[in-house]
């Protein structure tokens, strides 16, 4: 079992920059890949980033250039580095980890609004 647990969502005006971050615990040391997607209600869940143990990273192409994945091995974490944000990126981000199967945690909402 693995515990996922996200933070630093919040509020932020088109153009403005974010920081969500996802402690993993549990089992942590079965982790392959962890990453992150989003949802708005009434969408399907969708891919923003992928990182895996031997820090591969792959990213939506909508957020190619203006997003960045980072993990840390030791810590157990995830972070997702936003830039450029557009009204466009508002959704709750969900972080997860992949042991045989994934994991998820409960999610951040990100707003982006003026």
């Known amino acids: 079992q693995v515990q996922l647990v996200e933070s630093g969502g919040g509020l932020v005006q088109p153009g403005g920059s974010l920081r969500v971050s996802c402690a993993a615990s549990g089992n942590t040391f079965r982790i392959s890949e962890m990453g992150w997607y989003r949802q708005v209600p009434g969408n399907a869940r969708e891919l923003v980033a992928t990182?895996?143990?031997?820090?591969?990273?792959n990213y939506a192409d909508s957020e190619q250039g203006r997003f960045t994945i980072s993990r840390d091995y030791v810590r157990n974490t995830v972070s997702l580095q936003m830039r450029s944000l557009k009204t466009e990126d508002t959704a709750v981000y969900y972080c997860?980890?992949?042991?045989?199967?994934?994991?998820w945690g409960r999610g951040t909402q990100v707003t982006v609004s003026s």
């Open positions: 997860y980890a992949f042991v045989r199967g994934r994991y």
């Open positions: 990182i895996t143990d031997g820090s591969r990273t």
